[in-house]
């Protein structure tokens, strides 16, 4: 049965609140602690990195919550409706460091209340959100749609982040960008937007999908065996690691490539501009049409195809501004094809794990996925690293050497088709699709059978 519109439109809602929180965060807590605060920026990078490690943690552990939970609001909703308000109070004081304390101060600050921020209350939310459309359908086709539209307002979010965050630190600290009460009165207004539209999200939203027959006394053994025994769910994991290698290999290089190969400082924001408008178009205007004709199996393999394609043709003429930009837009219509596919793969290989061991584990699957993501993105930084250290790549140099320039090339290029490539042969063999009608009619069966057992 679809969803009715003021619910899909409710679910996405939930992206673009945790984006204006992660986009935040991503993009100006680094300039944050070094500019306005004045910490020194090895010393946060380590933090932040340290940080992330323990997030990617704390990913696995709430998703085994999750699969524990039960409640009159259903497993997922009572963390949206409760994690709002926290997360919004951290970030809020992780952006309010007191002039008045120490270096070290200031860092064991940043650290208690970046973690709290993201390895605790962000986890809380966005992982469970990220489960949600398991519980709001059974439907694969919808359940892709879901994807879709939460990409894009997820995107919608990172646009409104990244054009009013310095204007209104300016606006609200006497027009001084370094203003330290310019930048908590910024961030307690994205926190407020964040918690108000959690509470649409949740009043708008409703869990249908009962998730079998497991019961609170699942243990964190049993919900792990079914997860490494789950086929297609291990393939998603290994398809994702390679994709999102890839994304922190491509994203941690543009503005060197944009440097010293297209010898334009500006045409970071170009190249970078392209692959994101093209991947809106893809999302609003080609993906939609995909799922109604394909499986999702197709379209992810169809979309890693163009993305090896455009990556290799970029080697044509790497210096070349007009080709970088054309391929870029290629590479923006692939993902907005294969992005929307990896959690709506994973609710279906989440059904196929409760098909066949009696239980859900929603919220572990999709929590694993989040973690292998993170975990790919830390290798494909030093990956990057790696491979410009090798060729003695130099950040600070006027000009690169041969091999600094090669090397640069290679991970712009080269590498990441490689990881693409990777990703589509492992998905070669997720024939899921296949399958899931028959497994959906039976799960179906079992749980209106669950149902009525229940009532009295």
Known sequence: MPLKRTEKFGYATGDFACCLVWQTLSLYLLYYCTNVVGIDSVAAVSMISISQILDGCTDVLMGFLIDRTRSRFGRVRPYILTMGFPLAVSTALLFSVPAGLSADGKLVWIFIFYNLSTTVFYTALNVPYSSMHCFLT???????????????????????????????VRLLGNGELLSRA?????????????????????????????GGTGEKGIRIRSSLRSIFRNPYLLLLLASTFCVYSTGSMVGGSSAYYAQFVLRRVDAVSMITNAVTGAQVFSLVFISPILIRRFRKRQIFLAG????????????????????????????????????????????????????????SSAGLGTAMVQCVGKLGMAVGTAVLGGILSAGGFAATAAEQTAGGQQALISVYTWVPALFILCSGVIMFFNRLDFRYPEIIADLRVRREQQQKGKTP
């Open 138 to 168: 059974d439907d694969s086709t919808e359940r892709s749609r879901l994807s879709i539209l939460r990409l894009v307002f997820a995107f919608a979010a990172q646009v409104l982040v990244n054009a009013s965050v310095f204007p209104l």
């Open 304 to 359: 890693s195809f163009l993305l090896v394609l455009a990556y290799l043709c970029g080697t044509l003429r790497p210096d070349s501004l007009a080709l970088i930009l054309a391929v870029n837009v290629v590479k923006g219509l692939a993902n907005g094809a294969t992005g929307p596919m990896v959690y709506a793969i994973c609710a279906d290989a989440v059904d196929y794990g409760e098909w066949k061991d009696g239980f």
């Open 182 to 210: 310019g930048w908590t009165r910024t961030v307690v207004i994205l926190g407020a937007c964040t918690f108000g539209l959690t509470l649409v999200t949740f009043f708008t939203t409703r869990e249908r999908v009962t």
